[in-house]
């Protein structure tokens, strides 16, 4: 079993920055790939990005390509999303996620392990 806990959430301005942290907990945390994903209520949950289990692989949506970085650090048992240049449509509920592959998590369907989430706001 592994647990996912998100935090850093927030209001921000249009532009601005903001990183979000997931604390994965459970023996095997570190050897699974992890993602985020996000929502806005009445719409289906989105893929945001994924990184692999050793960090060595990342895949983002187009939607944030170049603005969002996602890294991990397994000592710590932590995975991060930087994101910058921040847009009113990034406003979401952003949820971290676990599972065995990148591209299992990309597909987002039957994912193993999922956070509560957390919101970001982005408004003037």
């Known amino acids: 079993q592994v647990q996912l806990v998100e935090s850093g959430g927030g209001l921000v301005q249009p532009g601005g920055s903001l990183r979000l942290s997931c604390a994965a907990s459970?023996?095997?945390?570190?050897?699974?790939?992890m993602a985020w994903f996000r929502q806005v209520p009445g719409k289906e949950r989105e893929f945001v990005g994924a990184?692999?289990?050793?960090?060595?692989?990342?895949v983002y949506a187009d939607s944030v390509k170049g603005r969002f970085t996602i890294s991990r650090d397994n000592a710590k048992n932590r995975m991060y999303l930087q994101m910058n240049g921040l847009k009113s449509g990034d406003t979401a509920i952003y949820y971290c996620?676990?599972?065995?592959?990148?591209?299992?998590?990309?597909?987002?369907?039957?994912?193993?392990?999922w956070g509560q989430g957390t919101q970001v706001t982005v408004s003037s």
């Open positions: 996620a676990a599972d065995s592959t990148t591209t299992q998590l990309r597909v987002g369907v039957s994912v193993a392990y």
């Open positions: 459970g023996r095997t945390a570190s050897t699974y790939a």
């Open positions: 990184i692999s289990w050793n960090g060595g692989t990342t």
